[in-house]
Nanobody, 117 residues
């Protein structure tokens, strides 16, 4: 069974930092680009970051998180990370991870990040 579970969310004040982790199992983790996504209730899920499978130094970031978020992956541990700095209230969302392009059956529960002003 394929599982991609995000964890590490929490509540933080604006300007603070959090580090999310994404653990994958049931598939060849290092064969896939892995992405972070987030969703606010009532809005579409949006891409936050994506790391290449072939070259982990190749990372795409959404415009709203550039210069603040940093994604990395450890294929030996089947884990991807998202270091989030200078958090803003508008970063409040449920964060998910999935392969890229995402498959509907691979969505996990996500982890809630709440940033207060």
């Amino acid at each position: 069974e394929v599982q991609l579970q995000a964890f590490g969310g929490g509540s933080v004040q604006a300007g603070g930092s959090l580090r999310l982790s994404c653990s994958g199992s049931g598939f060849d983790f290092d064969d896939y680009a892995i992405g972070w996504f987030r969703q606010v209730p009532g809005k579409d899920r949006e891409g936050v970051a994506c790391i290449s499978s072939e070259n982990p130094t190749i990372v795409w970031y959404g415009d709203s998180v550039k210069e603040r978020f940093a994604a990395s992956r450890d294929n030996a541990e089947n884990t991807m990370y998202l270091q989030m700095n200078s958090l803003k209230p508008e970063d409040t969302a449920v964060y998910y991870c999935n392969i890229r392009p995402p498959l509907p059956s691979y969505w996990g529960q996500g982890t809630l990040v709440t940033v207060s002003s």
